[in-house]
């Protein structure tokens, strides 16, 4: 969905007078981890890996309009795209789009240097709540995990973070995870499909939820997309044709690649960087040359190596730079973009995941990207999910946040009154001046589990560690939160149509799954 800059700005112009700390949407992109030219270098690279080495394995409906706009296959059947056309196509791409929320409070505007964060990843494996181990992730525990997103402020969309594994059909996969992300919370849903087939059902079940076809198409709460680049430089079938199935959703088509240095991408970090956005590019030429103007979000993520053993690793500073400058590159283009930022290789909520999600989110965040993906709860390297994580990370995301925001430079804020009232005939403390009290909830952000009582109150508390204190938050949110999103009614009639595995009893309070903290 498009939306006109004056609208916008009015909205913007409404949540501000509200008095919020913070919001999403907030603009930032004032780290630039590049230079003019190094982005220009980048950029030309990027262009000339598409003109010259092309992509291997395009679907024929893209290999046809492609060949039709002046494309070429070379001489090893790779589908090769002429600068011109590639530029001409980054001018004609929407710049402002809007991802819709169940209810227009969640809308998230993605436009210029707009942040919002999310979280995705599809791990096979949760860290239990209860006894601290991992183990296969299910569908419930998609169900349950949008229902504790549903309740925290700072995470502003949701997809299916973890696999259902216990659901071995690929279609009825699909199915049940979209449910389960429906029926958990009111935000802008992010879907993935094992195939283009599944995309017809979960739109069928999106438009019986909204109340019918226009309804849902007036303001379509999810989205379609995927990682449509078999990296280095090869089409996935599966995936594009999944990305060209999702324009059926009327929403914009998120498109993500990720080529990881050392492996799938060179080694050296431009090189990795200049992959990553040709292969992005590759995803808006698909979306864009099958069907002309439709609204997509360029989605480079590169991700690296750790190059002792081959592994993937997610948490160190070449991911955080990769992905500040990759958002800075889409910015250079002015297109809607997502980066990939919290993915931790540490396996607790502990000080090591602190400080790599911590660096790689806020790099992104004040690089500007438009969406901040899997900026909570993922744990080692994208395997595992947690959701005292996700609680902790919302934490960290609201602090990322309030430092985004910046500090407002008035004759007001300035307050050399205020301080020659104090200094000269006050208390000598600013405490109990008026204007701290009138900047307790407008100015400052308070955590929800981070620790500032003083060392004696804690130990009186029993020394809890956060972890703990996230535990109890999650425990309190997932045995009272049971958001009636889809009407008894419409639920029935699902449930006659589609083989929906979650039962009702597990969906409302008093089913024994979650017991709030003593």
Not at 164 to 179: F, L
Not at 464 to 485: F, K, M, N, W
């Amino acid at each position: 969905m498009m939306r006109r800059g004056r609208a916008s700005a009015r909205r913007q112009a409404a949540r501000q007078a509200t008095g919020q700390v913070v919001r999403a949407g907030m603009r930032s992109g004032r780290f630039k981890p590049l230079s003019d030219r190094d982005v220009e270098r980048i950029h030309d690279t990027a262009l000339a890996l598409l003109a010259e080495v092309g992509m291997a394995n395009p679907i024929p409906l893209l290999r046809e309009k492609a060949l039709q706009a002046g494309c070429r296959m070379n001489d090893h059947e790779r589908l090769c795209f002429p600068r011109a056309l590639v530029e001409d196509t980054i001018a004609r791409v929407p710049r402002e789009i809007v991802f819709c929320g169940r209810e227009p409070r969640h809308d998230l505007e993605y436009q210029g240097s707009r942040v919002h964060y999310g979280g995705c990843g599809e791990a096979v494996q949760i860290l239990d709540v209860e006894n601290g181990c991992y183990r296969p992730s299910t569908l419930l525990d998609i169900y349950d995990c949008g229902r504790l997103v549903d309740a925290l402020e700072h995470i502003h969309d949701h997809s299916h973070w973890m696999i259902a594994t216990d659901i071995g059909d690929p279609r009825q996969a699909d199915i049940n995870a979209a449910y389960a992300c429906f029926a958990g919370t009111s935000k802008n849903i992010s879907l993935s499909f094992a195939s283009a087939a599944n995309v017809e059902p979960v739109l069928q079940m999106a438009q019986l939820i909204a109340g019918g076809e226009r309804a849902f198409s007036e303001r379509p709460f999810c989205s379609g997309g995927g990682c449509c680049v078999v990296s280095p430089l090869a089409y996935g079938a599966e995936n594009s044709e999944v990305c060209i199935a999702s324009t059926a959703f009327g929403s914009p088509v998120w498109i993500v690649v990720a080529p990881q240095a050392g492996a799938t991408a060179p080694a050296a970090l431009a090189g990795t960087l200049a992959q990553s956005v040709a292969e992005a590019l590759a995803g808006v030429l698909l979306v864009s040359l099958v069907v002309p103007g439709y609204p997509v979000t360029l989605g480079p993520w590169p991700f690296v190596s750790d190059l002792r053993t081959g592994a993937f690793s997610g948490g160190g500073g070449e991911e955080g730079i990769l992905n500040a400058a990759a958002a800075q590159i889409a910015n250079f283009y002015d297109l809607p973009s997502s980066v990939s930022g919290g993915m931790t290789d540490a396996k607790l909520p502990d000080n090591q995941a602190g400080y790599e999600k911590g660096i790689n989110v806020t790099l992104a965040a004040l690089a500007g990207a438009n969406s901040v993906s899997e900026a909570a709860g993922m744990m080692g390297s994208l395997m595992g999910c947690s959701f005292e994580s996700i609680v902790i990370d919302n934490d960290m995301i609201g602090c990322i946040q309030r430092a985004l925001r910046g500090i407002e430079v008035t004759d007001e804020t300035l307050s050399f009154e205020v301080i020659r009232d104090v200094v000269l005939g006050g208390p000598g403390h600013f405490l109990s001046h008026q204007q701290t009290l009138g900047l307790m909830q407008s100015e400052y952000l308070y955590p929800e589990v981070a620790d500032r009582s003083s060392i004696e109150d804690w130990e009186a508390a029993g020394s809890p560690d956060i972890r703990e204190r996230a535990r109890a938050r999650v425990q309190q949110i997932l045995s009272s939160h049971y958001p009636q999103y889809i009407a008894a009614d419409t639920d029935r009639q699902i449930r006659e149509l589609f083989p929906i595995h979650i039962p009702q009893s597990a969906m409302q309070p008093g089913s024994g799954r979650w017991v709030a903290p003593a």
